[in-house]
């Protein structure tokens, strides 16, 4: 069965760079999520989107930005990187909101 | 302030018993509950769900029971193999607030099963 795609898997930036990492769901879910996991830490939400909208905000910096396209794929968009933004991201689709969350393998990035 | 507490950071199990994980959350209005396995460099999977209109939700070996009184629920694997080794997440949400909501996880549990 199709599964969540990340890209890339790995990234690695340095200081006040940016980065965009990009996130593919599941076919027919039009639910995304995007999730921030620092080392032997749990995921922390950071933002997700229903139909291309912006649903629901959790603890995203302001320096970073997120959409969701007209296919469904979405886009985290990171700026003025920091050495604390290095951390594990994963994106997660659901087919309906509220239903369970289903997450792609993670891109790690690595801020130097 | 954790609103979804695993306590055991991790748990020694035979191969052939019974795993309980155990999950507490403080946030009542959260009514929707989840476990999700991660092995090291891959995505969280998701495992077993429970609604708080049920106690208990059972598929194949894995059965979640939730306490909506005591704020708690639990996962049982029986019995446990070797490939259930793996951290194990509990995770909430306010589902009937609306909304794509982003999940609450707990810090983890270390599953070990030993041969």
């Known amino acids: 069965a199709a599964g969540v795609i990340q890209s890339p898997r790995h990234l690695i930036k340095e200081k006040r760079e940016t980065a965009t990492l990009k996130c593919y769901p599941i076919p027919r879910h039009d639910t995304v999520y995007w999730y921030q996991q620092g080392p032997g830490q749990d995921p922390q939400f950071l933002i997700s989107?229903?139909?291309?909208?912006?649903?629901d905000k959790g603890s995203i910096p302001d320096r970073f930005s997120a959409q969701q396209f007209s296919d469904y794929h979405s886009e985290l968009n990171m700026s003025s990187l920091e050495l604390g933004d290095s951390a594990l991201y994963f994106c997660?689709?659901?087919?309906?909101?509220?239903?369970?969350?289903?997450f792609g393998p993670g891109t790690r990035l690595t801020v130097t | 302030d954790q609103q979804v507490k695993q306590n055991s950071p991790s748990l020694s199990v035979q191969e052939g018993r019974i795993s309980i994980l155990n999950c507490d959350y403080t946030?009542?209005?959260?009514?929707?509950f989840l476990w999700y396995k991660k092995y090291p460099a891959e995505g969280p999977t998701f495992l077993i769900s429970?609604?708080?209109?049920?106690d208990k939700n059972e598929d194949g070996r894995f059965t979640v029971f939730l306490n909506k009184s005591a704020k708690h629920l639990s996962l049982h694997i029986v019995p446990s193999q070797p490939g259930d080794s793996a951290v194990y997440f509990c995770a909430a949400e306010w589902e009937s607030g609306g909304g794509a909501d982003g999940l609450t996880f707990g810090k983890g549990t270390h599953l070990i099963i030993q041969p």
């Open positions: 997660a689709s659901s087919p309906v909101t509220g239903a369970e969350q289903y």
């Open positions: 429970i609604s708080s209109i049920k």
């Open positions: 989107f229903y139909e291309k909208m912006q649903s």
């Open positions: 946030n009542s209005m959260f009514d929707y």
